[in-house]
Antibody
């Protein structure tokens, strides 16, 4: 079973860059997996940020597209999220997740709270 | 964007009851729908994929159905450990979108 663990700063200053890493363990096969990030503002619902396909291409939520980058480092078994020019509206719990085709074998990390504040 | 609307927004039922949560898409998504369970203070957990398929390890008390724009999650023999918020998500087109969630409580 795949395990995911997010890590990164819990506090980011406004206009700064939010950078998170998701460590992947428990399954050495990265083939045919999608890698994604989802966020949840405190007390609110879920928002899909974007994902990377098995071939390496990415798709992002248009509401964030100009500010977000998802990357995968297979050699280190982790993938990353970078969100630039953050504001208080980006304060949320950030989850990394992985899935197979049609969302079979879907696993999520435990989430990490990132607060944007000076 | 495809809008996903869940009903009810909250639901209170008794132990042993069977409950149904509805998820409606603003346009047809064939069977590109998944369901998640989020218990308080924890990460979402995938229950169902491709509308009606149980993820490995998910008990058979959970079942789901639907097609096109209307989808349903059923939970039978309700137990205290089923208290959670349930979300549907469409993955027919980008951006993937979630329903607003249905909060399930025990009477």
């Amino acid at each position: 079973q795949v395990q995911l663990q997010e890590s990164g700063p819990g506090l980011v200053k406004p206009s700064g860059t939010l950078s998170l890493t998701c460590a992947v363990s428990g399954d050495s096969s990265n083939i045919d997996k999608w890698w994604s990030w989802v966020r949840q503002p405190p007390g609110k619902g879920l928002e899909w940020i974007g994902e990377m396909y098995p071939g390496g291409s990415t798709d992002y939520n248009p509401s964030l597209k100009s500010r977000v980058t998802i990357s995968l480092d297979r050699s280190k078994n982790h993938f990353s999220l970078e969100l630039t020019s953050v504001t208080a509206a980006d304060t949320a719990v950030y989850y990394c997740a992985t899935r197979a085709y049609h969302f079979a074998n879907s696993y999520w990390g435990q989430g990490t709270l990132v607060t944007v504040s000076s | 964007d495809i809008q996903m609307t869940q009903s009810p927004s909250s639901l209170s039922a008794s132990v042993g009851d069977r409950v149904t949560i509805t998820c409606r898409a603003s346009q047809g998504i064939t069977n590109y729908l998944t369901w998640f369970q989020q218990k308080p203070g924890t990460a979402p957990k995938s229950l169902i994929y491709a509308t009606s398929n149980l993820q490995s390890g998910v008990p058979s008390k959970f079942s789901a159905s639907g097609s096109g724009t209307d989808f349903f999650l059923n939970i039978s023999s309700l137990q205290p450990e089923d208290v959670a918020t349930y979300y549907c998500q469409q993955y027919k087109s980008f951006p993937f979108t979630f329903g607003q969630g249905t909060r399930l409580e025990i009477k």
